[in-house]
């Protein structure tokens, strides 16, 4: 930086604490990763801030959808059914899935999207949800054993807050955590991680960023999804998010491509295998 070195930490504060993240609780962590690989790129910290602000926006994407939680945490307390198959805490995860657009386009399909993913990954015993935004509310329809071990990241203090609290009501263990998976990966060791919608965002973030990062994740399987289509639905992604998979992995490791609806989910095996030996 030409005019000095401002403080990360002062930049940190600035940003959570202007009108429009001062509510949303993002982690901490994203913004010192943020300003770290922006300081250097820009002359001023005028520049630098407009540079971290705009990868934010694209990182958090307000845009999609965000509910209150305080309401729906209410909500989920008077439900007096906990039983995950009950039509109580159906009816309330769909009132969820459907406050963000990356669950809400799969509302129509969720039961199909699974049973689909499950035939071909085999049930998981232990599931990571990378990037999970609102779609641990779509357990009621994975049919997975309530022994499941579901730990779910995001950067949204508040988002985790909920979801534990869901995790709780229907009897899963409260395994969601805030975490940068990009900044700091999780180690834990599952049978699948779902990374879906987000592979193409995290280009734009740090262009390339998915190969070291699928690299370091201990899983058998990673099913990575991305949307099939552009927004308006005028022409097939797909062609660009093959590209997109294969160029950030080392060759014949993705076992298989399955569309499901509007998502294309590429299974992978063993993405961390040459790490993980
Ligand atoms: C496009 S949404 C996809 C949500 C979910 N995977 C789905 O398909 O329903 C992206 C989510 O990823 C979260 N996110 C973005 N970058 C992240 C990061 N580095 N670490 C953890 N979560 C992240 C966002 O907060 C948001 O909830």
Not at 28 to 35: E, K, N, S, Y
Not at 89 to 107: G, K, M, P, Y
Not at 254 to 260: A, D, F, K, Q, R
Request: glycine share 4%; net charge negative; proline share 8%.
């Amino acid at each position: 930086m030409k005019d000095g070195h401002p403080d990360p930490s002062k930049l940190i504060a600035k940003i959570l604490d202007s009108p429009k993240y001062r509510a949303l609780g993002v982690n901490p962590d994203t913004l010192m990763d943020l300003i770290q690989q922006e300081l250097p790129k820009h002359a001023s910290e005028k520049a630098s801030l407009k540079a971290v602000k705009r990868k934010l926006h694209n990182i958090v994407a307000p845009y999609l959808g965000e509910p209150d939680y305080n309401a729906l945490t209410e909500s989920l307390s008077d439900i007096k059914d906990t039983a995950v198959d009950s039509d109580e805490v159906r009816i309330f995860c769909r009132t969820v899935l459907a406050q963000h657009a990356s669950t809400d386009e799969r509302l129509p399909y969720l039961e199909s999207f699974y049973q689909t993913l499950f035939e071909a990954t085999g049930t998981p015993r232990t599931l990571l949800d990378l990037a999970c935004g609102l779609n641990p509310f779509a357990f009621p329809w994975m049919d997975l054993p309530i022994s499941t071990q579901y730990y779910a990241y995001d950067i949204i203090q508040p988002r985790i807050a909920f979801i534990n609290a869901f995790f709780s009501h229907i009897g899963l263990q409260p395994l969601a955590e805030n975490r940068d998976i990009l900044a700091s990966p999780p180690t834990q060791h599952a049978d699948l991680a779902l990374f879906f919608k987000e592979a193409h965002r995290f280009e734009k973030r740090q262009p390339g960023c998915n190969q070291l990062f699928w690299a370091s994740l201990d899983v058998d399987l990673l099913a990575v999804s991305l949307p099939a289509h552009n927004l308006s639905g005028t022409h097939s992604l797909i062609d660009q998010h093959r590209r997109l998979v294969h160029q950030n992995l080392p060759p014949n490791i993705v076992i298989s491509e399955i569309l499901i609806q509007d998502e294309i989910v590429f299974l992978i095996e063993e993405p961390g295998g040459q790490r993980h030996g």
